[in-house]
C-alpha cells in the first residue's frame, strides 16, 4: 500500500516526544524517511520505535541554535533519503517571562527561547531551502501557536509569556516572506498554529498533573500532523503563507485557503 509521501525525506525537529514525535510517526507511516532531531537523547528510542514498526527514521541528539549541529542534521537527512522534501520547524521552548523579571533572568530567558523558537528556525530555513530547490519544490511547515490568531477565547498572549509569544510572533514575518521569495522555486511555506495540545510543553505547565478533565479536551500530535499531510495533499497549487489554526472545541481540519488579506493575520471571529 502506497503512502502519500513515499520516496520523499522530513525533517522533524524537537521530535524526542510531543508533537514533533507525532509528526514523525504520522510522516514515517506514510513512507517519508524521516531525519528527527532533539537535544534529548530519548530522541534516539522515538526514532527506534518509528523503525520497529515498519517506518523509516533515523535520531540525532542535536541543538537547532547551533550552526554545526543544524547542518550535521541536514547532511544526514539528505544522505539518508536523497535528498530533502520536508522541514518541520517544531522544536520550541517555553518559560514563563513576566516583564517584572529583573534583568538577569530577562536576558537568560530571552537566548533560551529565541535560540530555539527563531534562530534555529532561521538557520534550518537557510540550510534546508537549498536542497528544497534541488528537489524541485516541497513544504516547510512552521509550527506556531494560536496566540498569533484572532482570540476565540481568554487566555491568548497571556502576561506571562511575552519572550514565547513574541518569538511566535516573529515566525509569522519568516512564514511570510519565506512563502513568497520560494514560490517560483515550487516550495510552500504554512504554519500551524494551535491550541492545547497533549505536550510535555503543556503537561509542564500544570507539574506534570494536568486535570485529566482538563487533557481529555486537548487535541493530540497526530490530529496536528494530519493538517500537515492535508496540506501536502492540496499539492504544489495548494495555499502557502497561511497560518493554519487549530483549537479545542473545534473540529481538526482544514479549511479553504485564505485571502492574501487573511492568511497571516485570520479571520477575526464575529
Not at 211 to 235: C, H, K, N, S, Y
Request: contains cysteine; hydrophobic residues 45%.
Amino acid at each position: 500500500m502506497s503512502g502519500l509521501l513515499d520516496g520523499q525525506s522530513a525533517i522533524v525537529t524537537g521530535s524526542a516526544g510531543g508533537i514533533g514525535a507525532g509528526f514523525a510517526e504520522v510522516l514515517a507511516e506514510e513512507g517519508a524517511t524521516v531525519t528527527l532531531c532533539d537535544v534529548q537523547e530519548t530522541v534516539l528510542e522515538v526514532a527506534a520505535a518509528i523503525r520497529a514498526a515498519g517506518g523509516s527514521a533515523q535520531a540525532l541528539v542535536a541543538d537547532v541554535s547551533i550552526r554545526e549541529d543544524v547542518e550535521r542534521v541536514v547532511a544526514a537527512a539528505v544522505e539518508a533519503g536523497g535528498g530533502l522534501d520536508l522541514l518541520v520547524n517544531n522544536a520550541g521552548r517555553w518559560t514563563s517571562s513576566p516583564v517584572t523579571d529583573d534583568w538577569e533572568k530577562a536576558v537568560s530567558d530571552w537566548d533560551l527561547i529565541m535560540d530555539t523558537n527563531f534562530k534555529g528556525v532561521v538557520m534550518f530555513g537557510r540550510a534546508c531551502v537549498p536542497h528544497l530547490i534541488a528537489r524541485g519544490g516541497g513544504n516547510i511547515i512552521n509550527i506556531s501557536t494560536y496566540y498569533v490568531l484572532p482570540a476565540r477565547s481568554n487566555g491568548t498572549n497571556p502576561p506571562g509569556t511575552d519572550l514565547y509569544a513574541s518569538s511566535k510572533w516573529a515566525m509569522n514575518g519568516l512564514t511570510q516572506a519565506w512563502s513568497q521569495k520560494l514560490a517560483e522555486h515550487g516550495i510552500r511555506v504554512n504554519a500551524l498554529c494551535m491550541g492545547a495540545t497533549d505536550a510535555p510543553m503543556l503537561r509542564n505547565l500544570s507539574r506534570g498533573e494536568p486535570d485529566p478533565a482538563f487533557v481529555a479536551t486537548w487535541m493530540t500530535p497526530r490530529q496536528i500532523a494530519g493538517l500537515a499531510l492535508d496540506i501536502i495533499r492540496e499539492g504544489p497549487e495548494g495555499r502557502t503563507g497561511e497560518n493554519v489554526g487549530a483549537w479545542v472545541g473545534v473540529p481538526v481540519e482544514l479549511g479553504p485557503p485564505k485571502p492574501p488579506h487573511e492568511a497571516i493575520a485570520g479571520t477575526p471571529v464575529r
